[in-house]
């Protein structure tokens, strides 16, 4: 097994907030035999994360995972521990969401032989 880290985007959606997404980028460890698992692995963790709850003021709050868009090789650490958050907020929605589609498409091109 190696370790690698992904890099994943999530999009958080708050009703009657702003009209300014946020987008949260956080880099998971992931243990996986190859580049190509590590990145599915990834994604299905980002898949379990997404929730929808009420905030402070009982507005629903949802995080949307959007995709992976880095994997790099790494030594050791602890299997799906987040080293790394970092939360975007874009008035362009679409445009931003597909730039991290356009980010996750070039990873499976590029270094996967699944694309």
Known sequence: MQNYLAKLIFNINI???S???QFDEQVRLVSSTNLENAFHKART???QEEETFLNTQN???HWKFIDVIDVYPLDTL???E???SLTHEKEDTHSFINYIRQK???IQ???LTFA
């Open 82 to 84: 987040q080293v790394f």
């Open 45 to 47: 963790i980002g898949k």
């Open 59 to 61: 507005n629903p709050v």
């Open 19 to 21: 009209d300014v997404s």
């Open 109 to 111: 091109t590029k270094n």
């Open 78 to 80: 602890k299997d799906g």
């Open 104 to 106: 996750a498409m070039a």
């Open 15 to 17: 009703e009657n907030g």
